[in-house]
Every structure is written in C-alpha cells, then in structure tokens.
C-alpha cells in the first residue's frame, strides 16, 4: 500500500503535434511525456525541481531505458504510472508503466542525478530523498545495463544546429531533443517501414545554444541500432542511444 500511495498517473491524449508521419506516437514526444509525468510525481512528494533549486541543486536525466511493446496512435490516450524506486549510489532511480485503455503497452526506467547548480557536481540523493524512498523495490526492466559503447563507424550522419526551443530550465539541451536528433540519423527504408520498439539513452555531457552537432549511427551485429550524437566543434559525445525497431503495423 505504500508503494501504491507513491504512484503518480497522468493521461495524455496524442495529439498531432506529438505523431510522426505515419501517425504514430513520435519517441521524442514520449521522452517529454516521461520528464512531465516524473516532474508531476516529484513535486507532489516534495523533492520537485523547485524545491531542489531553492537548495541550489537540480535534477539531471542520466539514462533513460524504454519499451513501446505496441504503437500508440494519434488520437488515443496514453496513461503513464511512475513511482521513485530507490537508490544505486549517487543516482535515484524512477520506474514507468505505460497503459493504453487498461493495457500495459510499455514501460521504463530512468535514473537521474541531482547536480549542485553552483559547482556542477553530483550530490547524494540520500540527502534529498526522504529515507522511506531509499530502498529499491523491484524494477520493471533490468537494472544492470552496461555503458552503451562509443560509435566506431557510422552509416548515417545528419548535422544540426541547437535551437532556443531546444533549450530547457536547466539552461542545457533538452533531453528529448537528443532522442530527435539521434532517430534522424537512419535511412528512408527504415523510417518508412519501421517504428522505435525500445529506445536507450544515455546522456554523457551538456551541451548549450549555438552549438553544432552531428547525430551518427550504424545497425550493430545483434540487429539493434546504435546512435551516437557529438558536439561538432570539439567532437565530445553528448549522447548515446539504442534502438530496436519493429514492423510499422497501420
């Protein structure tokens, strides 16, 4: 029951603005769904962003793993559960489920790290969290995920320049902006015929306005995708994503 009492559930209806071109639930639109529904949850249990910056600290997405078992379409509505669930080290971990009309169609985990926005570097969660948050009740996907590996040779490279709108309230590139830029490195073939079945990112660096970036990727031996996005002026890598991907179905 207490751990019933921490789940935060939001609906979102999917609206076009969020649909690819085939009417699907875009990745990148599901990322922002994820950092809301979290944002809600934090705040209602009082270690929301606003608190942590009144403390001089702020939350910053570390990974971010997801399965989309079934597309979630235009028009429909996606109902996203979170709960914190405890801590590994320096970084607090949250679990997702993603329901569609009673059916769990998906799910996540995410883990963050709460940076002093003087110095930028990690403080303990322990220390934000109330101590009843600490401990890790199970998780809906593995927890121990080795670090995605550097991108050696790519197939597709596309170039991009940071937008204002891909700026957060952290004052560094949006999470689900690096989700965008990484799925635009793939061939028509696969953006025709394939949706993103699971996605898994990790954030390696911040990067700001201005800058240039090149989002790379090659198919890897087990059929996954790896993305690679890099910061064009000094080549340092910001972000690291896999995909897998599944027949496009309507």
Known sequence: METERRITRVAFTIHSFDADAFGHLAPAALAGYLQEAAGRSADGLGFGLAELVRRGA???????????????????????????SGLDRLAALRDFRLWRDGVE????????FAIDLATRKPLRPAELL????????????????????????????RRFQVRFSDIDVNAHVTNSSYVAWALEAIDEPTWRRRRVSAFDVQFLAEC????????????QPDGARLHEVAREADGKALARVRTRWAARQG
Do not use: I, K, N
């Open 58 to 84: 702020t939350w910053v997405l570390a990974r971010e793993r997801v399965e989309l078992d079934q597309p979630v379409r235009m028009g429909e509505v996606l109902e996203v559960e979170t709960w914190p």
């Open 105 to 112: 169609v998906g799910r996540a985990l995410t883990t963050w």
């Open 130 to 157: 109330p101590e009843a948050l600490h401990a890790q009740p199970p998780h809906v996907l593995p927890l121990a995920e080795p670090p995605l590996p550097p991108l050696e040779a790519a197939e597709v490279e």
């Open 208 to 219: 700001g306005r201005d800058a240039y970036v090149r989002a790379r990727s090659a198919v």
